[in-house]
């Protein structure tokens, strides 16, 4: 009896959580769906979930009116390094705040956690002014350095600050009998245990990098140099109107690679979360 209620209430359970997932799966069945019919049936009445004819035009021209597969390079590469150098400064950073005492470490990291306060619209005409002066306007290099070294690697920081505090203190001070020095119980005893923060702060550094839309169209003008966001809008016919086809198509090209990463790091993605106390 026990093992039939059971049963059932697992099936309520998926059936439950079957229809909580309709309002996020839809939009995304739409997306590539609609991607696979002519420009006249997407908004056509009564919608179809799925196309009377598939066509596979949309794709073609994705990659004819524009250098598609250089602006898909250029976003993935762009994400890769972001993701690595942010990775690496706040792994540094939240161990040396989580770790090693020094006069003003707390006020050091309010400071730093001022910077989540900080809109990137409030800095983006003073940074442009900057990378001008450097001759790095309509370059790759501020999408690179803003990130990985200004306000948006403070959230990485902060996760991995409070992930290293969780660790036992036991664990670093077994390894500093054994004689490794301070570097050393953060590279072979800290770091390989915060693979759950890791996960989390590539997952939300790749997504951010990724999406990023007024960065680049603020420091970029050349259509080869383009990402993916900024790309996205360039797909318009002559007077100007969206070709809503061509758009959904390259908009579920982009989806693909976070769509992956997620997949690979989901698991470490939510025990990071939970291990540092963030919640949506």
Same mark, same amino acid.
């Given at each position: 009896?026990?093992? /039939? @209620?059971?049963?059932?209430?697992?099936?309520?359970?998926?059936? *439950?959580?079957? #229809? &909580?997932?309709? !309002?996020? =799966?839809?939009?995304?069945?739409?997306?590539?769906?609609?991607?696979?019919?002519?420009?006249?049936?997407?908004?056509?009445?009564?919608?179809?979930?799925?196309?009377?004819?598939?066509?596979?035009?949309?794709?073609?021209?994705?990659?004819?009116?524009?250098?598609?597969?250089?602006?898909?390079?250029?976003?993935?590469?762009?994400?890769?390094?972001?993701?690595?150098?942010?990775?690496?400064?706040?792994?540094?950073?939240?161990?040396?705040?989580?770790?090693?005492?020094?006069?003003?470490?707390?006020?050091?990291?309010?400071?730093?956690?001022?910077?989540?306060?900080?809109?990137?619209?409030?800095?983006?005409?003073?940074?442009?002014?900057?990378?001008? /002066? @450097?001759?790095?306007?309509?370059?790759?290099?501020?999408?690179? *350095?803003?990130? #990985? &070294?200004?306000? !948006?690697? =403070?959230?990485?920081?902060?996760?991995?600050?409070?992930?290293?505090?969780?660790?036992?203190?036991?664990?670093?001070?077994?390894?500093?009998?054994?004689?490794?020095?301070?570097?050393?119980?953060?590279?072979?005893?800290?770091?390989?245990?915060?693979?759950?923060?890791?996960?989390?702060?590539?997952?939300?550094?790749?997504?951010?990098?990724?999406?990023?839309?007024?960065?680049?169209?603020?420091?970029?003008?050349?259509?080869?140099?383009?990402?993916?966001?900024?790309?996205?809008?360039?797909?318009?016919?002559?007077?100007?109107?969206?070709?809503?086809?061509?758009?959904?198509?390259?908009?579920?090209?982009?989806?693909?690679?976070?769509?992956?990463?997620?997949?690979?790091?989901?698991?470490?993605?939510?025990?990071?979360?939970?291990?540092?106390?963030?919640?949506?």
């Amino acid at each position: 009896m026990r093992s /039939s @209620l059971s049963a059932r209430a697992k099936v309520v359970l998926y059936g *439950l959580l079957c #229809v &909580l997932c309709l !309002p996020f =799966v839809f939009p995304a069945w739409w997306m590539v769906t609609s991607s696979f019919k002519p420009i006249g049936d997407i908004f056509g009445y009564p919608p179809s979930l799925l196309p009377g004819t598939w066509q596979l035009s949309a794709y073609r021209d994705v990659f004819t009116l524009q250098p598609f597969a250089r602006q898909y390079l250029n976003s993935l590469y762009i994400a890769a390094i972001v993701t690595v150098g942010t990775v690496a400064v706040s792994a540094l950073a939240g161990y040396a705040f989580a770790r090693i005492r020094f006069r003003g470490a707390n006020v050091l990291f309010l400071v730093i956690l001022a910077g989540l306060l900080v809109p990137s619209e409030a800095t983006i005409v003073p940074l442009f002014q900057l990378f001008r /002066s @450097l001759h790095l306007v309509d370059t790759h290099w501020p999408l690179i *350095l803003v990130p #990985v &070294l200004g306000a !948006p690697s =403070v959230l990485a920081t902060f996760i991995m600050r409070q992930f290293f505090i969780a660790l036992p203190d036991e664990l670093e001070q077994a390894a500093c009998l054994d004689g490794l020095g301070r570097f050393g119980m953060f590279w072979r005893v800290a770091l390989p245990l915060s693979r759950p923060a890791l996960a989390a702060v590539t997952i939300f550094t790749f997504l951010q990098s990724w999406n990023l839309y007024l960065e680049p169209i603020v420091y970029l003008s050349t259509p080869d140099k383009f990402t993916l966001p900024q790309a996205l809008t360039q797909y318009v016919d002559s007077y100007g109107g969206a070709m809503w086809n061509v758009q959904l198509a390259a908009s579920s090209l982009t989806a693909v690679p976070m769509l992956i990463v997620f997949v690979i790091a989901q698991r470490q993605f939510i025990q990071g979360l939970a291990h540092t106390g963030i919640t949506g």
